[in-house]
């Protein structure tokens, strides 16, 4: 079954930083991988997809990495600010799971202090 | 387009009482999933269907939970009787194989059994 892990489980870094965060996964044969962003008391907004065949995606200042061979993600916000605050999760879909179901990491929560 | 829509955004409801939550899918997608989120039990997928067929129910809690979708454009989640563990928001998502799967989710439901 696969397992996807985010760590660390917080962040908190200086406006203008880069941010660097991380998902892992133990099986390599994935269909896709998601990243969402989730703010408090809200739902899940969809920020990048990343197909097998990929190796990135990227959108303004955020860009996402894979390595399927190392069974790793990366979603990089380049100069954060603090509406980059926020909680981020990243998902991954397996050929074998029928119709698109995510297996959810617990997610990284974010804070850009000003 | 008008994205997932979840209704009610807010319930509040007696221990022992039905609650219904409802759910309308962006158009054209055909894979819907009904998730909850807690503190305690981050996000559970529940239920999913596709071309709205029942795929997987293997994350409903218990038999007092039961999910239908009776067309393209409409879902129920039902719980019957509710209980205070209950509480949770639940998010409903929908996703389409021609856009790879991404998933789109609603703003939520906050339920609260007291």
């Known amino acids: 079954k696969q397992e996807v892990t985010q760590i660390p489980a917080a962040l908190s870094v200086p406006e203008g930083e880069n941010l660097v965060l991380n998902c892992s996964f133990t099986d390599s044969a994935i269909y896709n991988l998601q990243w969402f962003r989730q703010d408090p008391g809200k739902g899940l907004t969809s920020l990048l997809l990343i197909q097998s065949s990929q190796r990135e995606q990227t959108s303004g200042r955020l860009n996402a990495s894979l390595d399927k061979s190392s069974g790793r993600s990366t979603l990089y916000i380049a100069a954060s600010q603090p509406g980059d605050s926020a909680t981020y999760l990243c998902?991954?879909?397996?050929?074998?799971?029928?119709?698109?179901?995510?297996?959810f990491g617990a997610g990284t929560q974010v804070v850009v202090t000003p | 387009d008008a994205g997932v829509i979840q209704s009610p955004r807010h319930e509040v409801t007696e221990m022992g009482q039905e609650v219904t939550l409802r759910c309308k899918p962006i158009s054209g997608h055909n894979s819907l999933f009904w998730y909850r989120q807690t503190m305690m039990r981050g996000l559970e997928l529940l239920i999913y269907?596709?071309?709205?067929?029942?795929?997987?129910d293997s994350g409903m809690p218990e038999d007092r939970f039961s999910a239908k979708m009776p067309n393209a454009s409409f879902s129920t989640l039902k719980i019957q009787p509710s209980e205070p563990r209950d509480s949770a928001v639940y998010f409903c998502?929908?996703?389409?194989?021609?856009?790879?799967?991404?998933?789109?989710f609603g703003p939520g439901t906050r339920l609260t059994v007291t």
């Open positions: 998502a929908s996703s389409s194989f021609s856009r790879s799967y991404e998933q789109y």
């Open positions: 269907f596709n071309n709205n067929v029942p795929i997987d």
């Open positions: 998902a991954s879909s397996s050929p074998t799971d029928s119709w698109g179901k995510l297996q």
